[in-house]
């Protein structure tokens, strides 16, 4: 994958971690879900089948179904989990931080489901990358007080939930193309988070500007520059390549976090940081070294 994708990629899938944090100082975490996804869901099933129907041929319903579970995984059962351990109280750069641990999930899972193996040297960039995880997560930890302790483990089962979605779409033989599969994820999230929201009673949006700044920033960045890169890298580059960077998710989204609203930011952030960084560097150069020529 080259340089440009990855930093665009990162850079918009750490804001969706910021957006939450924006979208939660004016309204519940399900109220901005249910707005983020409504009017976006409108849009592309309005713009997808009545300029591009004929993307929509050849979709089978066992392929529709597979993508509504997809969505549902990827997105509603991902962000939900996002947004309610920040309600909680646990920072932005916690959050992105517990989920940097997908990358040993799926580098575990991707030989014996997807058939592709990670190297020596990628599975040491994998290690790596769970330290500075590990020193992040440290970091945070000691300067954030007043969270219960089982809101930490929120995050875990978004990671989960984002781990299975993108399994169960690598296992698809089907080629879905990329603006049908995100209609339904999309439409399939509205849904879902709308149907929440009105059954808990947090449906009508709030008059703040920043609400709606938080959505647009949610929509544009998050959903279409994150999200639909997610996948658009995948097709590149690989599951392995991929999910590594994942590992620079939480010191990027800290650093923000630490700028925009100041949360904490110290030498052990910044160390988290190198380390993910070289973690993504071990990891790259074992790919490499995995598809040049030379003797088997």
Known sequence: MNFPLSVAFVLCWSSGFIGAKL????????????????PLAVLLVGVTTTRYGSAWRGLTPRDAARQIAVGALSQSGYLLTVYYAIQL??????????????????????????RQYAS??????LCLGVAGVGVVTSADAMATSGVVWWAYAVPFLGMASLVAATFLERRSCAQVPPLVSMTIHCTTSAVVFTAFAVGVGAASPPAAPSFWIATLWLVVLATFGGYGLYWLALERAGVTQVNTLMFLMAPVTALWGALMFGEPFGPQTAVGLAVGFAAVLV??????????PGPS
Do not use: C, K, N, Y
Not at 120 to 125: A, D, E, H, P
Not at 283 to 291: D, E, F, H, Q
């Open 23 to 38: 979208g939660a100082e004016s309204a519940d975490g399900v109220t901005v879900l249910m707005w983020r996804f409504l």
């Open 120 to 125: 020596r040297r990628q599975w040491l960039g």
């Open 283 to 292: 990891v790259r150069r074992g790919s490499a070294a995995a598809t040049s």
């Open 89 to 114: 109280g646990v920072s932005s750069g916690t959050v992105a931080l517990i989920d940097g641990t997908q990358p040993l999930v799926v580098g575990a899972l991707a030989g014996p489901l997807l």
